[in-house]
């Protein structure tokens, strides 16, 4: 039999990705050794919080070869998720409705490309077929991986040349910007690989680290997880630092700062994927629609969406804050006040700290209200 055509797989391979809704795909081999000392520094600092499987798994993020035996390329994809109607001003501006990274107002991304890779994986696994009949087929095992296993994602899709690792750690594009969700194919065929961008184009540009509302982003391409919007809504567990709580506004899951003040999302596409458009009851929703929600409410308006994972008293937590960062309107105090005797300890805790929060706004609402009164009664002009 003739040899097998390594470079046309690798070809076919990114032709049969596009195919299936990605939008660039890169191949590269699985040395991340330069990335062992800057992992390994980050967890020192303890920037990783409560995430003990991100220590648990030490260097074997940086090592795909020791997470599955064999394997002598990575397959790194992307696939952009804005939808069309992102309303990112229009939410942020209004503090009665919830912001929701908008990653996350579809379906769980981890479903729609874990799902595409595996389609990607089984086509690949069908052509070795072919070309290696009657000899021993080095495909071997394959695994498909979407931010669900210790891998260092971003480096390698670096590696693969789909963008550079950007100061705010996210992967940046220059045709894309960064709202695109990655994946990876692990497998042991012989590939050839593809060149990385030659430089990071952040240039001097700080934007990301000014914006951050926690001050999370506390060196360039170093981020404290403690102190992450997303990762105190999401992978936080516990009471939310009050320190932080005012400085959440109306953001109730995740994050996108840092993202909206790149220049480089400029050139980011829509997706006209289905599964990302987002829920009538996630997009711009009104908190105390939200809040109104009974558990059994939480659970099905959010089936096969990331958020559930956070389950229904994490979400509550986030609402409370947010709801204690919006104005001073009475049927929101009315409602934080009677979910107070049944609330959990951890969410009862953030009510009462939304609701003194709304106690001292209503005041400084009304000293400024019996000011101004004051003033139009002594026929003074109305400076407050």
Not at 107 to 116: A, I, S, T
Not at 198 to 227: F, L, S
Not at 349 to 375: G, Y
């Amino acid at each position: 039999m003739t040899t097998p055509d390594f470079n046309q797989l690798a070809q076919d391979i990114k032709l049969w990705a596009s195919e299936l809704g990605f939008d660039q795909v890169g191949i590269t081999d699985t040395d991340l050794r330069a990335e062992e000392p800057k992992l390994q520094a980050w967890l020192d600092a303890g920037y990783h919080g409560s995430m003990d499987y991100m220590a648990r798994h030490g260097m074997m993020r940086a090592r795909p070869h020791e997470l599955l035996p064999g394997t002598l390329r990575v397959i790194s994809v992307r696939m952009n998720y804005l939808p069309f109607e992102a309303g990112f001003a229009a939410t942020l501006r209004d503090p009665t409705l919830g912001y929701i990274s908008r990653y996350a107002l579809g379906r769980d991304y981890h479903k729609v490309l874990r799902n595409r890779l595996k389609q990607l994986g089984d086509r690949i696994e069908a052509r070795c077929a072919e070309l290696f009949q009657g000899t021993s087929d080095p495909l071997g095992e394959w695994r498909p991986f979407v931010d669900s296993a210790p891998v260092l994602e971003r480096p390698l899709a670096a590696k693969a040349g789909l963008g550079w690792v950007g100061k705010h750690s996210l992967l940046l594009n220059e045709s894309a910007g960064s709202f695109f969700f990655l994946g990876e194919l692990l497998v042991s065929l012989p590939l050839p690989i593809d060149a990385p961008v030659e430089k990071e184009q952040c240039g001097k540009c700080v934007a990301c680290i000014n914006i951050c509302p926690t001050g999370a982003i506390v060196a360039p391409y170093v981020v404290d997880g403690r102190r992450c919007i997303s990762y105190l809504t999401i992978e936080n567990d516990g009471p939310i630092p009050e320190e932080f709580r005012p400085l959440m506004g109306n953001r109730i899951y995740g994050c996108d700062d840092c993202q909206l003040i790149c220049p480089w999302n400029r050139y980011a596409d829509a997706s006209p994927e289905p599964d990302f458009s987002p829920r009538a009851s996630l997009h711009r929703p009104p908190l105390l629609a939200l809040w109104r929600w009974s558990e059994a409410e939480f659970l099905k308006h959010t089936e096969g969406s990331p958020i559930r994972r956070i389950g229904y008293q994490r979400w509550r937590r986030n609402l409370a804050v947010a709801l204690g960062n919006g104005p001073a309107n009475p049927e929101v105090m009315a409602a934080l006040q009677q979910a107070l005797p049944e609330a959990e300890p951890m969410v009862a805790e953030h009510i009462e700290w939304a609701l003194a929060m709304l106690a001292r706004r209503q005041d400084e609402t009304n000293k400024k209200t019996r000011l101004l009164i004051r003033c139009i009664e002594k026929g003074l002009p109305d400076h407050a």
